[in-house]
């Protein structure tokens, strides 16, 4: 577990399959924008569960950590994030998404940066990165925030309604060791 001023992060639970696919249904129309995985319905129960199992046999792989987001006063599960190991040997990439009916109140950016200090904490992580499409204003929004900088603009495939084809990559380089 995780936490925040605001939110609480606690390692993804089957126990919370249902509210999982609460949000998911609520937040659709807002995820189809940007993520392939939501082209189809993430909310049904099967698509649901193999995100579970996918992410508790990641977690114990060491290839990803993925977490439930939820509002420290009320335990609401408001979003899912991630660290995953999928951009080099000492990088770790942040991932996020929040309810549609409560973005735009700094969840994702409180998110992600419980994230990176999380990251900071595993020796070998030097970098950490997000990557989002240019036209995802709130991602890059979050990443400014956080003081990630932008390396490099990568062309892609559309996979999503969305989508403009340009890959944003942003990075944040560990901070000096004292």
Known sequence: MLEGPSLVLRRVDA?????????????IPELRN??????????????????LTICDRDWIADRAYNFHVFLADSDALIGNCALMRRVG???IEI??????????????????AILVEAAWGIDSIERIVIRHDLANGASGRVAEKLGFGEIDRV???VMAEGESG?????????????
């Open 89 to 91: 040997p000492v990088a």
């Open 34 to 51: 940007f993520m392939d995985w939501a082209q189809d319905d993430p909310s049904a129960e099967d698509a649901v569960g193999e995100f």
């Open 155 to 157: 062309a892609v495939e």
């Open 95 to 112: 991932g996020y998404w929040i309810r549609s009916d409560h973005a735009g109140r700094g969840y994702a950016t409180e998110a992600a």
């Open 15 to 27: 126990a919370y399959a249902a509210e999982l696919s609460e949000a998911l249904r609520a937040s």
């Open 166 to 178: 340009v890959d944003l990559i942003r990075e944040l380089i560990r901070p000096e060791r004292s």
